[in-house]
């Protein structure tokens, strides 16, 4: 077996290598998903709610929800990133909310941390 030493065909397959080996940490792999927020907004004196989903960061999710509410007294309820997110409003007018990896995982969180009697699912979204 002849071996390589000092030549040049060694330090260039040494090179390629080491180079394909950096662009692969660096850069990931050729799929990977960028993170995708939604969050949803409501008010609490009408009970109005909105969304915004698929959106590259929390502060541009959370301005669409407010702005969708449509109502001046609308505030973020939550937030979430690639996952879906419910809210709740029970009989006693209080809130509750849920995030899941379904809607119907979101949907049971926001009806379980409910603390008033018969919540009802009043949003539920998911990102993409």
Not at 108 to 128: F, H, L, M, W, Y
Request: glycine fraction near 8%; proline fraction near 2%.
């Amino acid at each position: 077996m002849k071996k390589f030493g000092n030549s040049v065909l060694a330090r260039v397959a040494l090179s390629a290598a080491v180079t394909a080996a950096v662009l692969t940490v660096v850069a990931g792999p050729a799929n990977a998903k960028s993170d995708e927020w939604g969050a949803i907004a409501y008010s609490p004196s009408t009970g109005e709610t909105g969304w915004g989903r698929n959106y590259s960061t929390k502060q541009r999710a959370e301005r669409a929800a407010i702005e969708t509410c449509k109502k001046s007294d609308c505030k973020v309820a939550l937030n979430f990133v690639n996952k879906c997110g419910a809210v709740a409003q029970a009989r006693d007018g209080s809130w509750s909310i849920g995030r899941g990896s379904t809607k119907s995982a979101a949907n049971a969180k926001a009806k379980a941390a409910a603390t008033g009697r018969n919540p009802q699912i009043k949003e539920s979204v998911c990102t993409d």
